[in-house]
C-alpha cells in the first residue's frame, strides 16, 4: 500500500511512519515543520520507501498530488497543545478546520480511505466516566480559548461523518487520549516531557492547580498500533473510537513518580491556572476513556505502563534512546 501521513514529521506521525514502513508499506509525508522536526524523520530518510515533503496542507495543489498518489491518507496534521492554542488562537482554529476540510476534499475525489486523529479534548468537561464515543461534549465558553481546540476538532469529526454518510467516503476517527513516548517534546505543554526536562535539570516540577486532575496517559506505539488497526478494518468506517490507556493517575502523582525516575532533586511546587496560562483558563478534572469499541473490533489493549512510559522518556531526554 502507498500510504499518506500528514502531519508525519509531528512526535505521533513519526512512530506511525516508522511502524508502517515496519508493515513493507511506502510512506509519503507533508509537514510544515510547525510543531513537528526533521530530526524525527531523520532515520527513515535512507528507506527507499520512504519519501516527505516540507510543506503545508494548505497548499492544495501539492497535498492534491499526493493524495492522488497515495491508497489512504492518516490525517496527523494540526495545530496541538494547550499551550499552542492559547498562544495562537487564530492559527490553530484555521489549521485544524481548514486543513481537514482540504484533505477530506481532496480524499473524496477519488474515495480514498481517511483515518482522522481527534482528541479527547472534545469530551470537555463530562463527568460521564469513563468516557463513550456516544456520550455527550460538554464545552465552556467561547471567551475561553481553551475550548476552540475541542471545537475545532469536533467540526472535523461533523465533517468526516458528513462525508462518510453522505458521499460514501471511507473515514474512521480516533480521540486520542494524552498520547506519550519519545520525541514528544515539552514545549508545547505537554506536562510529562515537561515535568521530566525540570527533573533531569534538578528545576521545580510545576504542577498547574492542585493537581488532583487526572489523565490516562499513553505509550505512542500503543497509540499507533490503534491507528493502523482502523485503518486497515472495514467496519471501523463510519465510525469513532477512542484510543487511549484506562490507567488513570492525578498530576500529583504523576510528578511524585517523575521526581523519582528523574534522580529525587526536584521539589514538586503548585501554579495557580492563572499563572500558567491565563486567567480564562479551564481544566478538566477527569479524563478516562471507555475503549470497549476499539477492543471489541480490532483487539485494542494499551500495554505500557505509567512507570514503563516515564521511564521510555527519561531515557529518550537523556539521549539514552533516540526512539
Ligand atoms: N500540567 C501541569 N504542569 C505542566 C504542564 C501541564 O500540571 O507543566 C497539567 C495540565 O494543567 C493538565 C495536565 O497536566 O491538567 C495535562 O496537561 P497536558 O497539557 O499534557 O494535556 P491536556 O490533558 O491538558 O491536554
Redesign the pocket.
Known amino acids: 500500500m502507498r500510504v499518506l501521513i500528514t502531519g508525519g514529521a509531528g512526535f505521533i506521525g513519526s512512530h506511525l511512519a516508522e511502524c508502517l514502513l515496519g508493515k513493507n508499506h511506502r510512506v509519503a509525508v507533508i509537514d510544515d515543520l510547525s510543531t513537528g522536526s526533521i530530526s524525527n524523520i531523520r532515520h527513515l530518510k535512507e528507506n527507499e520507501r520512504f519519501e516527505y515533503v516540507i510543506d503545508s496542507i494548505m497548499n492544495v495543489p501539492r497535498l492534491a498530488e499526493m493524495v492522488d498518489e497515495a491508497d489512504c491518507v492518516y490525517h496527523l496534521a494540526a495545530a496541538v497543545?494547550?499551550?499552542r492554542i492559547v498562544d495562537d488562537p487564530v492559527g490553530a482554529i484555521t489549521t485544524n478546520i481548514r486543513g481537514t476540510e482540504i484533505v477530506l476534499d481532496l480524499a473524496d475525489k477519488k474515495k480514498k480511505k481517511v483515518l482522522i486523529t481527534s482528541?479527547?479534548?472534545v469530551y470537555g468537561k463530562s463527568t460521564q466516566i469513563p468516557f463513550r464515543e456516544d456520550g455527550d461534549l460538554v464545552l465552556g465558553a467561547t471567551v475561553r480559548p481553551r475550548w476552540s481546540y475541542a471545537c475545532s476538532k469536533a467540526i472535523d469529526e461533523f465533517l468526516a461523518l458528513a462525508y462518510g454518510a453522505a458521499h460514501d467516503l471511507p473515514i474512521a476517527i480516533a480521540r486520542l487520549f494524552?498520547t506519550v513516548g519519545p520525541r514528544q517534546t515539552?514545549r508545547y505543554?505537554?506536562?510529562?516531557p515537561?515535568?521530566v526536562g525540570?527533573g533531569l535539570r534538578g528545576e521545580p516540577i510545576?504542577?498547574?492547580?492542585d493537581?488532583n486532575?487526572t489523565?490516562c496517559f499513553t505509550h505512542v506505539a500503543d497509540v499507533v498500533g490503534a491507528l493502523v488497526g482502523l485503518m486497515e478494518t472495514r467496519d471501523a468506517d463510519g465510525g469513532v473510537f477512542n484510543v487511549g490507556s484506562q490507567d488513570e493517575i492525578s498530576?500529583n502523582n504523576?510528578?511524585s513518580r517523575v521526581r523519582k525516575a528523574t534522580g529525587d532533586r526536584s521539589d514538586i511546587v503548585h501554579?495557580p491556572?492563572a499563572e500558567?496560562y491565563d486567567e480564562n483558563f479551564e481544566?478538566?478534572d477527569r479524563?478516562v476513556p471507555d475503549i470497549s469499541k476499539a477492543q471489541d473490533l480490532i483487539g485494542y489493549r494499551p500495554t505500557y505502563t505509567i512507570d514503563q512510559i516515564i521511564q521510555g522518556v527519561v531515557e529518550f531526554m537523556r539521549g539514552e534512546k533516540d526512539s
Request: hydrophobic share 40%; no cysteine.
Open positions: 497543545g494547550v499551550q482528541t479527547s479534548e494524552n515539552g505543554g505537554m506536562v510529562i515537561r515535568f525540570q510545576t504542577v498547574y492547580g493537581g486532575q489523565r498530576i504523576l510528578a501554579i491556572f500558567a481544566d478538566m479524563r
